[in-house]
């Protein structure tokens, strides 16, 4: 066996390419800047939980287009049909359409006809055409007018489309750097917005529809006058009908008025100048009202006649609300309203500390799984370290190369990547040893060792990629980054672990000229011995009663006292401060339940100076969850000046809702998903061995969030399905060599081959998992709040994903094979009967 020169000249090709990729992430812009132009220049960016920022979640208000639509057409259809001269006797608002009354029911179909000129043609997704309006006779003289589903669907998208743009227009006004705007799903617009933001600025600037008109003000009382309020509560009767819309305004500027107040100049186009000459010429002495989003901003009087074309918005502003809206006004308005449905914000500080932690924790981890490979293998453990810095290295690269953004639960998915990553080369040393074992040379040994451990590793890391992919499809926001990191390192590990190791462990031993390979380890401490013949059957009745015992008792915590779910999941608001003394829960608590926000929890966490509240969802729409932070924000400050607010979650109920949702179903489908896989590749009865201790293996890890108390949100589920993976990764290498055994020794009793399978595949087992645990160990005890949902847990269902492969998917293995050679043996008796 020899390396070819072209596939070691393509694995050196792969590998420098993917260095100089990876390299501009560990430069400071300086050096970066010095790097000649041919070079990658491109870094992996950082989610706004490791640099800090906003981010924002915005829907379409359907209901709300759907009115403003049902207006223009209560407006539309009434002027259409006086003007063609057909006499109409009313046309009213009746739930969600349109009555139109028509005096002379000979009318009916001369109305039918006008009126179908108020609908527009819609493109199916099936290739056709409809009409974006449901023109339905009543009765004779009454016609209906109703929005259709598909042109609703049509101007929702419309709006998303228009939305876009805009609201890339406003963040652009107010200089944000690096901005994150695109469309979520039919209806959504998703914001993330990187360094410190004002939250209540950012909702006013985007979530603001900036629809600006010019009324004279009428008396209260008075057909066709509303009661509107300005920024103080003063009241105003305004006369509904619009002398003049924003939409003719060309610019909007910051000024001072003549006492050093912030105001806001604007001006109008040519058309908008001469009809506000106009009607400043014809009304003056008379008041009238400048309105933004149904809220007056200034009721002058008309001093005299304004033919410049331009004007001034006076109020109580301050510097930043002026400015956030003249971006605003120059930006247009929002073709529909937008209403923030989650908000989540996290401070400069807070960023820098993930960041930090981040790579303490994972080099930590590094560290510990390397020393323990050296420790198993010695020096053919180098090969195998070699290829874990090259998969996180390459990591990198992909992520730059898809422009993935990188999380702290990235780095997470990075460092049990490393973990998991060793499992090939577990697998491939193990093997090898064995062929050492009979008396192969060095080559021979190599080359068995990789060839039977390969069909393993491929299912394994299939295993772990279907829960991968399961989490990024239903996952968000930094799970997601988890599940691309994860991905992307199972699927380098691939070439890392197995085509560049099997290189170098070649070329070494053809160097040294090797008669046979031995894999010593480096120090003798509790490894598992060569040929253990232990009798895991035996105590399978234990073992089941032990795991039922765990489950039953994790299904009961599930209800009292039940998950401490987050906001992800319930909704509601979740706040971490931080003071520079003790924090005074009492004092924090006392206040802010003066607020009238329901139940309020407080909690200290890392020491006395972090605090973490969390406070029930609110009543009422998706707005009074916004509406509450305000007034958490501004108490807080009250009752201690030194804090600082690091982090904010606001998610609406919508939203938990369907997070929830997404997250039970992903694990269900992951899990359908495996058991598919196994079927396939091995036979039904490892499948539900396998399946049944899943779900075993799930209810314990969720029991022991109802035991520990920790927080059940997305990085949790994140924490379910990683685990799902896991624990089926570990029971096919197990029925691998069953199934490799079975071939091998067809007259063994099932109960001698299983535990000859467990013994050979034992070390592996325990090492694997080993490895794991190591890697996830660091981020467990310092990783902090944001990722303690995942590491905790992950580093408990490492244990007992090792534990019930043993105890638990054998001995159903072994009672389901020995129940199907009863019947089998059964029907063949019957068969010779007859």
């Not at 046309?91 to 109305?111: I, Q």
């Not at 924003?246 to 806001?264: C, H, I, K, Y």
């Not at 109802?706 to 589920?717: P, Q, R, S, V």
Request: neutral net charge.
């Amino acid at each position: 066996m020899k390396n070819s020169r072209w596939k070691v000249g393509t694995y050196l090709a792969v590998i420098i390419i993917g260095l100089l990729i990876a390299l501009p992430n560990i430069l400071s812009d300086r050096m970066l800047a010095s790097l000649p132009s041919w070079l990658p220049h491109s870094r992996v960016a950082l989610g706004l939980d490791l640099r800090g920022g906003s981010h924002l979640v915005l829907e379409v208000d359907r209901d709300s287009m759907k009115n403003e639509w049902l207006q223009t057409l209560q407006q539309e259809s009434g002027g259409m049909l006086r003007t063609a001269g057909i006499g109409v006797k009313s046309v009213r608002r009746v739930g969600d359409t349109v009555e139109v009354a028509l005096v002379e029911p000979a009318d009916f179909d001369k109305a039918n006809t006008e009126l179908r000129k108020l609908a527009n043609p819609v493109s199916l997704l099936s290739g056709g055409l409809s009409e974006d309006l449901d023109i339905v006779k009543k009765n004779d003289s009454t016609i209906t007018l109703a929005p259709s589903s598909s042109g609703l669907t049509q101007r929702i998208n419309g709006a998303v489309e228009q939305s876009l743009e805009i609201i890339r227009k406003r963040v652009d006004q107010v200089g944000v750097a690096e901005p994150t705007i695109q469309r979520v799903g039919a209806d959504r617009v998703l914001v993330q917005l990187p360094g410190e933001q004002d939250p209540s600025n950012l909702r006013a600037l985007l979530g603001s529809t900036a629809k600006m008109s010019f009324h004279f003000l009428g008396e209260a009382g008075q057909r066709g006058v509303d009661i509107l309020k300005d920024e103080d509560g003063q009241d105003y009767p305004v006369d509904s009908r619009v002398i003049l819309s924003g939409e003719r305004l060309t610019d909007s500027r910051v000024a001072f008025d003549q006492g050093n107040q912030p105001a806001v100049t604007f001006r109008f186009d040519q058309a908008g100048a001469t009809r506000f000459a106009q009607i400043t010429r014809e009304n003056v002495g008379r008041p009238f009202a400048i309105v933004l989003d149904g809220k007056v901003l200034s009721a002058p009087v008309i001093q005299e006649p304004i033919t410049a074309g331009s004007g001034q918005i006076t109020g109580n502003f301050n510097v930043t609300e002026a400015n956030t809206l003249a971006a605003l006004l120059r930006a247009g308005a929002l073709p529909a309203k937008l209403t923030v449905i989650e908000e989540r914000t996290v401070g400069a500080d807070l960023g820098s500390d993930a960041i930090e932690m981040g790579i303490l924790t994972g080099l930590a981890g590094f560290g510990l799984v390397v020393i323990f490979i050296l420790a198993l293998y010695g020096a053919w453990g180098l090969p195998a370290t070699l290829a874990l810095a090259l998969n996180t290295i390459l990591t990198f690269a992909g992520l730059t190369l898809v422009g993935g953004t990188l999380t702290l639960p990235g780095i997470a998915g990075i460092v049990l990547g490393i973990g998991l990553a060793v499992d090939a080369n577990v697998l491939i040393n193990e093997r090898i040893r064995e062929e050492q074992r009979k008396g192969k040379s060095a080559l021979a040994a190599i080359d068995l060792g990789f060839e039977k451990a390969y069909s393993t590793i491929i299912d394994s890391n299939v295993t772990a990629l279907i829960a991968t992919v399961l989490l990024f499809w239903f996952g968000s926001g930094p799970v997601r980054g988890f599940a691309v990191t994860m991905g992307l390192g199972i699927a380098i590990s691939m070439f890392t672990a197995v085509a560049v190791v099997r290189v170098i462990m070649v070329w070494i031993a053809r160097r040294q000229k090797l008669k046979t390979i031995d894999i010593k380890p480096l120090v003798r401490i509790g490894l598992i011995k060569d040929g253990t013949k232990i009798d895991f059957m035996k105590a399978r009745m234990i073992g089941i009663a032990v795991s039922a015992v765990l489950s039953v008792t994790s299904a009961v915590l599930f209800f009292t006292p039940g998950l401490n779910y987050g906001v992800d999941f319930k909704g509601g608001i979740q706040v971490e401060v931080a003071t520079d003394g003790p924090a005074d829960l009492a004092a924090f608590r006392a206040s802010l339940n003066q607020l009238g926000l329901g139940e309020v929890a407080l909690q200290e966490f890392g020491d006395a100076n972090h605090l973490m509240m969390r406070i029930e969802r609110q009543p009422g729409p998706e707005t009074a969850q916004t509406a509450a932070i305000e007034k958490i924000r501004s108490e807080i400050v009250k009752i201690d000046p030194t804090s600082q607010i690091r982090r904010t979650e606001v998610v609406g109920p919508k939203v938990s809702g369907e997070l929830a949702t997404a997250g039970f179903l992903s694990v269900i489908l992951a899990s359908i998903a495996m058991l598919i896989y196994i079927w396939v590749r091995f036979e039904w009865p490892f499948a539900v061995g396998a399946i049944a201790t899943l779900v075993l293996d799930v209810t314990k890890t969720v029991g022991f969030f109802a035991l520990t108390g920790l927080e059940f949100n997305l990085t949790a589920i994140a924490a379910l399905l990683t685990l799902v993976g896991y624990s089926v990764n570990d029971k096919v290498v197990v029925y691998d060599r069953m199934r490799e055994n079975m071939r091998l020794y067809k007259t063994m009793p099932f109960r001698d081959l299983i535990n000859l399978s467990i013994n050979e595949t034992l070390a592996r087992s325990l090492y694997t998992s080993g490895t794991a645990f190591l890697a996830m160990l660091p981020m467990a005890i310092w990783g902090g709040s944001a990722v303690e949902s995942f590491a905790v847990p992950m580093v408990f269902g490492i244990f007992v994903a090792a534990s019930s492969s043993v105890f638990i998917a054998a001995p159903i293995l072994l009672f389901l094979g020995d129940w199907r050679t009863r019947r089998r043996s059964k029907a063949a008796a019957a068969a010779e009967t007859l």
